[in-house]
């Protein structure tokens, strides 16, 4: 039983030694300046795939000491974590001027559809006219309604449920 356990644990040791010297050898090695160079005019027009691998190489350096990394490499690595490429790229020249205008357009077509509605809307109804509201009023305080807070509340001194001007004739 015990040299079934010391195998495995052999076994596991050596595994992760050679794992992690893997990763050393990989980090030790700099990244070559043609692959870096002009990264910055390049990485947008790059297949997707190099860039990926572009990036887990960069990322592979930088998990060891700094001071081992490059000019190039260090810079390259500032680009692609905080370069203006992707969702920090730029704006494309006049896009602001268009925003501008198709929201002038939205509320200008708005503005033309609320009057056309307007327009063609039935008249407000008869209980939205002055005398109706002062008639609701009335018949509240004589049915004694909301007393605490209401109109038949002691020293009340709102409108109530006028709200509107008085009807024409």
Same mark, same amino acid.
């Given at each position: 039983?015990?040299?079934? &356990?010391?195998?495995?644990?052999?076994?596991?040791?050596?595994?992760?030694?050679?794992?992690?010297?893997?990763?050393?050898?990989?980090?030790?090695?700099?990244?070559?300046?043609?692959?870096?160079?002009?990264?910055?005019?390049?990485?947008?027009?790059?297949?997707? /795939?190099? /860039?990926?691998?572009? +990036?887990?190489?960069?990322?592979?350096?930088?998990?060891?000491?700094?001071?081992?990394?490059?000019?190039?490499?260090?810079?390259?690595?500032?680009?692609?974590?905080?370069?203006?490429?992707?969702?920090?790229? &730029?704006?494309?020249?006049?896009?602001?001027?268009?925003?501008?205008?198709?929201?002038?357009?939205?509320?200008?077509?708005?503005? &033309?559809?609320?009057?056309?509605?307007?327009?063609?809307?039935?008249?407000?109804?008869?209980?939205?006219?002055?005398? +109706?509201?002062?008639?609701?009023?009335?018949?509240?305080?004589?049915?004694?309604?909301?007393? &605490?807070?209401?109109?038949?509340?002691?020293?009340?001194?709102?409108?109530?449920?006028?709200?509107?001007?008085?009807?024409?004739?």
């Amino acid at each position: 039983m015990s040299s079934i &356990l010391r195998n495995s644990l052999v076994r596991a040791s050596r595994h992760s030694a050679t794992t992690a010297l893997g990763y050393r050898a990989a980090s030790t090695h700099a990244i070559s300046n043609p692959t870096l160079a002009n990264i910055e005019k390049r990485w947008e027009g790059m297949p997707l /795939q190099e /860039q990926a691998e572009l +990036w887990m190489a960069l990322r592979d350096r930088m998990k060891g000491n700094w001071a081992d990394l490059t000019l190039q490499e260090k810079k390259a690595a500032y680009f692609v974590a905080f370069g203006p490429h992707g969702p920090r790229a &730029l704006d494309p020249p006049g896009e602001n001027k268009k925003v501008a205008i198709y929201t002038a357009v939205g509320v200008g077509f708005s503005l &033309l559809l609320f009057a056309i509605v307007r327009a063609f809307a039935n008249p407000p109804p008869r209980t939205m006219t002055k005398e +109706w509201q002062e008639a609701t009023n009335e018949y509240l305080k004589s049915q004694k309604a909301d007393p &605490l807070t209401g109109l038949t509340s002691e020293g009340y001194s709102g409108k109530g449920h006028v709200q509107s001007p008085p009807a024409k004739a």
